[in-house]
């Protein structure tokens, strides 16, 4: 089990980027999938990016694909998701998680977990005008 708090998030005009950030306390290993969601008002909440926590190969959700870069500090206890050319529709409340799953963390197999992840942050808010 680890403990997952995100800080980063803030009020922004459209066109600008942000760098969030999830710190996790614990050992990293326990979990061996990462992964950024967000959730717009009023919205379900959606994965948009993950990782293993061993590292390799990261995948995002087509909302923000080509704009966001999700990586990891050396130690894995910091995840990191970059966002540019930010814009209203990607303005929610955004939550690291991370989950231990039988198998390699893809985009695929995350889809079958959903929401049902381990550990949760409480959540950082993004709001882009």
């Known amino acids: 089990h680890v403990q997952l708090v995100e800080s980063g998030g803030a009020s922004v005009q459209a066109g600008k980027s942000l760098t969030l950030s999830c710190k996790i306390t614990?050992?990293?290993?326990?979990?061996?999938?990462r992964a950024w969601f967000r959730q717009p008002p009023g919205a379900e909440r959606k994965r948009i990016a993950n990782i293993a926590t061993g590292g390799g190969r990261t995948y995002y959700a087509d909302s923000v694909k080509g704009r966001s870069t999700l990586s990891q500090d050396l130690t894995k206890t910091t995840v990191y998701l970059q966002m540019a050319r930010l814009q209203p529709e990607d303005t929610a409340m955004y939550y690291c998680?991370?989950?231990?799953?039988?198998?390699?963390?893809?985009?695929?197999?995350?889809?079958?977990?959903?929401?049902?992840?381990?550990?949760w942050g409480q959540g950082t808010q993004v709001t882009v005008s």
């Open positions: 998680a991370a989950v231990k799953v039988q198998g390699y963390c893809g985009f695929g197999l995350l889809a079958r977990v959903g929401t049902d992840f381990g550990s």
């Open positions: 614990g050992d990293p290993y326990s979990s061996n999938c």
